[in-house]
């Protein structure tokens, strides 16, 4: 089939599949698979990695709990979402600029959102950065109507949307945006 350049929406009922085509055996291999379980199997490095894709839709199938004060790793906040259920005040700590970086292959301009779920925590949960992690100047004044606040409250309200943007591969600003 000829390349085919669509106007408006593209739509199917049972999804979409990338495939690639042996020029020896003639073999159909699916690459990827775009559907209700997207998946990727392959991604070609010199166009883009799994670290810098960026998805809407953000689906956290691994987790992180922390649920005493302590530094998060590089890992734990990769995953996007950390939970604690601590019946204690709790402080997390996030890793270095150049130990998160590294972790997601940042360059300028990566960004990662953070979500810390304490909706099972029935304690406040404070967010700190390490070195090479600035605070943007909305969170380091604490202002505006959640904006900005480094804590979570616990119980049903307990949950808070941080973004990490990477200056450099080693340096970011930490803001809350919701």
């Not at 972790?103 to 304490?118: E, Q």
């Amino acid at each position: 089939m000829a390349n085919t350049t669509f106007n408006g929406p593209v739509r199917s009922v049972n999804g979409f599949q990338d495939i690639s085509i042996s020029a020896t055996t003639g073999a159909v291999t699916v690459d990827a698979t775009f559907g209700t379980a997207t998946s990727v199997t392959t991604l070609a490095a010199t166009t883009v990695t799994a670290t810098n894709l960026v998805f809407t839709d953000q689906n956290h199938p691994t987790t992180a709990a922390i649920n005493a004060t302590a530094t998060a790793t590089a890992a734990e906040v990769a995953t996007g979402y950390i939970t604690s259920t601590s019946a204690a005040a709790t402080t997390i700590t996030l890793p270095t600029g150049t130990l998160l970086g590294a972790a997601l292959g940042a360059t300028a301009g990566t960004t990662l959102d953070l979500f810390v779920d304490n909706t099972a925590g029935a304690n406040t949960v404070t967010i700190a950065v390490a070195t090479n992690g600035i605070l943007s100047a909305a969170a380091a004044a604490g202002s505006g109507a959640g904006a900005g606040l480094l804590t979570v409250a616990s119980g049903v309200t307990g949950i808070g949307c941080f973004r990490i943007m990477f200056s450099s591969a080693t340096a970011y600003v930490f803001s809350r945006i919701a």
